[in-house]
């Protein structure tokens, strides 16, 4: 096999770390979009023209989370099962959110009445809230461990609850994701729409901009003085068969930073949250620039959870030592050769997929656009 298991290992990192930022970078401006729906667009045309900005393209976007989903199925088993049973309710909640989103796409333009439309735009604009904090939320849970251990044939025990996953820590990612997501969602937008709509969108992902530096920085400050962090403190075996169970992990406040210490370019990943952010902040009414630069905010804010925690993939409230890291959590060798393979397959297929409909669908949405062809768009 031209590559060992430790190589492998990494490389599924760095693909499921790429995988989580092409979700939240192209799925994340069409549930920004509709999170905004109500307040960017105030009359039926208004919001009609606002939902066929992200109208075409959503549903392709899926695929990422579906490629991240997967990805974390085939190639990390443990943690799969782990986060999915321990988020079991959380995640019934993000299906439920998945449902609404394409019946409100689909059905509110299917009846005249406006009480009908308004409901449906509701129900989409607080559906997308939710799918962000919910994600959010996952994260900063994440980030602190969540209580789970494994018994001697390595099955899973999750000993919390719902409810306390949404604790202060946690809720404050969920804010923070809600609010990257609609300035991403508001400055693609603006890219797409014209007058009031644009002006509008561009002027709320300016307002969104300035609380993601916020509270980007108060969750950096409260990871290095009130969050306690995780260090693997025996030497691995990196080739070593996965096994959660033949490890030393210590606790302390203030051990996520460990990593920048140790690799100061890591400091490049928050410094990418920050510039992105206030990039947007001063130049929000250059709409296609911003977006970029909410695009890579988004990319250092992802980068920066990744790097802190690195080789942690889910830490261990319970029991540290149980935790599961790069190194004790993957499947073997020949699954992870296997898939990489025909990820190098399909992924550049998808890309070019996804990179030929957005040129077809390029140009801004108009009022023509929509009476112009009354029953062909949203």
Same mark, same amino acid.
């Given at each position: 096999m031209p590559l060992t298991y430790p190589e492998l290992r990494i490389i599924w990192w760095l693909l499921l770390g790429i995988l989580i930022i092409g979700f939240a970078v192209m799925d994340g401006f069409d549930i920004g979009a509709a999170m905004l729906l109500p307040l960017v667009a105030r009359t039926d045309l208004e919001r009609r023209i606002t939902i066929n900005t992200v109208g075409p393209v959503w549903e392709g976007n899926q695929v990422w989370f579906i490629l991240g989903g997967g990805a974390i199925f085939a190639a990390w088993p443990s943690l799969y099962a782990v986060s999915f049973s321990s988020f079991y309710l959380a995640m019934l909640l993000l299906l439920f959110c998945f449902i609404i989103r394409p019946v409100a796409f689909k059905y509110r333009s299917?009846?005249? %009445?406006?009480?009908?439309?308004? @409901?449906?735009?509701? =129900?989409? %604009?607080?559906?997308?809230? !939710?799918?962000?904090?919910?994600? &959010?939320?996952?994260?900063?849970?994440?980030?602190?461990?969540?209580?789970?251990?494994?018994d001697q044939d390595?099955? %899973?025990?999750? @000993?919390?609850?719902?409810?306390?996953?949404?604790? +202060?820590?946690? =809720?404050?990612?969920?804010? !923070?994701?809600?609010?990257? =997501?609609?300035?991403? &969602?508001?400055?693609?937008v603006a890219v797409k729409t014209t007058d009031r709509i644009h002006q509008r969108?561009? @002027?709320?992902?300016?307002?969104?901009? !300035?609380?993601?530096?916020?509270?980007?920085?108060?969750?950096?400050?409260?990871? %290095?003085?009130?969050i306690?962090?995780?260090?693997?403190?025996?030497?691995?075996?990196?080739?070593?068969?996965?096994?959660?169970?033949?490890? @030393?992990?210590?606790?302390?406040?203030?051990?996520?930073?460990?990593?920048?210490?140790?690799?100061?370019?890591?400091?490049?990943? #928050?410094?990418?949250?920050?510039?992105g952010a206030i990039i947007v902040l001063l130049f929000a009414k250059f709409s296609r620039f911003a977006f970029l630069s909410s695009g890579i905010s988004i990319l250092g804010i992802i980068l920066t959870v990744g790097f802190s925690m690195f080789p942690f993939?889910? #830490?261990? +409230? +319970?029991?540290?030592?149980?935790? =599961?890291?790069?190194?004790?959590?993957?499947?073997?060798q020949s699954t992870l050769f296997i898939m990489l393979v025909a990820t190098l397959i399909l992924l550049p297929i998808v890309l070019m997929y996804t990179s030929w409909v957005y040129y077809v669908l390029r140009g801004k949405v108009t009022a023509n656009d929509i009476t112009s062809d009354e029953h062909g768009v949203y």
């Open positions: 299917k009846m005249p %009445a406006l009480r009908w439309r308004y @409901t449906w735009d509701y =129900l989409l %604009a607080v559906s997308a809230l !939710l799918t962000a904090v919910v994600f &959010g939320v996952a994260i900063g849970n994440v980030l602190q461990g969540i209580p789970f251990h494994f390595l099955r %899973a025990f999750y @000993t919390g609850n719902f409810f306390e996953l949404f604790n +202060t820590f946690a =809720l404050l990612c969920g804010l !923070l994701s809600a609010f990257m =997501l609609a300035m991403h &969602g508001g400055l693609y969108a561009y @002027t709320i992902s300016r307002s969104c901009a !300035l609380l993601v530096i916020i509270l980007f920085a108060i969750g950096g400050i409260w990871i %290095a003085k009130g306690q962090g995780y260090q693997v403190s025996n030497a691995i075996d990196f080739a070593e068969p996965s096994n959660p169970l033949y490890k @030393t992990v210590t606790q302390s406040v203030g051990a996520w930073l460990n990593n920048y210490h140790q690799y100061p370019y890591f400091m490049l990943a #928050p410094a990418l949250g920050f510039f993939l889910l #830490p261990s +409230t +319970t029991n540290p030592n149980m935790s =599961l890291i790069v190194w004790d959590a993957s499947s073997s």
